[in-house]
């Protein structure tokens, strides 16, 4: 039996609850608790494995305190892909997905605590050097 491919948009969803989460430091364990369900189920809702219902979403935001809307900024559209073959990720899709992962979201909250914008830069072109990229414009 083929194992159907979660929907688009409920990745993108459960990814941005789960990119919620991690930014205020709450387990999956602990959403659930809020929510009365186990950590396996947030764990689907995250992965887009299981769709999140209307009234679970709404109470999911109240939870993380961020609209429902929250959920749906940068979703896929369905826009047909170009022809000759696959799109690239869209740009607010690969950084929400970056932002989803505590790498991501860890190293986002330290730059965002660097307040000289010169640092900031140098970090950047560091990070295009190291990635070899250097040739990539900013």
Do not use: W
């Not at 730059?111 to 970090?123: E, L, T």
């Amino acid at each position: 039996m083929v194992k159907k491919a979660p929907n688009p948009i409920d990745k993108h969803v459960g990814s941005r609850v789960r990119m919620r989460r991690m930014m205020l430091g709450m387990s999956q364990e602990k959403l659930g608790e809020r929510l009365g369900l186990t950590f396996q189920q947030v764990q689907k809702y995250e992965k887009g494995t299981n769709r999140i219902g209307a009234s679970r979403l709404q109470q999911i935001g109240t939870i993380l305190s961020v609209p429902v809307s929250f959920f749906f900024d940068g979703a896929p559209t369905g826009e047909p892909l170009p022809e000759g073959g696959f799109a690239e990720a869209s740009g607010a899709s690969y950084v929400a997905d970056f932002l989803s992962t505590s790498e991501g979201l860890s190293l986002n909250q330290a730059f965002i605590r660097i307040k000289d914008a010169k640092v900031r830069r140098k970090i950047v072109d560091l990070v295009n050097a190291v990635a070899g990229s250097e040739d990539e414009p900013t």
